[in-house]
């Protein structure tokens, strides 16, 4: 006995179960992984989710900002560093926290005049937008 019998009905084929006499309308489809973020990913995963380059990256990863494992087997000169994403993530909120906070509460200061520097002054060569 085939575990599936099917029902040509108005042109679309139905499943039914054996065991129940369940029908479905429609065939079964695989789910949505758009959202779906990989746990590691390799520092050009990296770059095309975050727009981090390569040299950036290590660097956080030598300053212990963002974790990540080499595999390499042993004796290998080789092998593949994978870095973890959610940390990666963790450091870039860890971030937009600490520019909020820093920040007055207008952002939008923008330098109008190059000879500014020259000047002195709070608001000298800024035009406020906000």
């Known amino acids: 006995m085939r575990p599936f019998a ?8 139905i499943l039914r179960s054996p065991k129940r006499n369940c029908l479905t309308g429609s065939p079964v489809v695989p789910g949505d992984t758009d959202d ?7 520092w050009q995963d990296v770059q095309r989710l975050y727009g981090i380059k390569r040299g950036t990256l290590y660097n956080l990863m030598g300053e212990g900002k963002v974790k990540s494992v ?6 290998n000169v080789h092998g593949c560093r ?8 963790d450091f870039l909120h860890q971030l937009l926290e600490e520019q909020d906070e820093s ?15 020259r000047r002195t002054g709070d608001d000298a060569g800024q035009a406020h937008t906000c």
């Open 6 to 13: 099917t029902n040509h009905v108005g042109g679309s084929e």
């Open 103 to 117: 920040s007055p509460n207008c952002e939008n200061t923008l330098p109008t005049d190059p000879r500014a520097s």
């Open 82 to 89: 994978l870095f973890y994403l959610r940390s990666i993530r």
């Open 70 to 75: 080499s595999m390499r087997r042993r004796g």
């Open 36 to 42: 779906v973020m990989p746990e590691f990913g390799r």
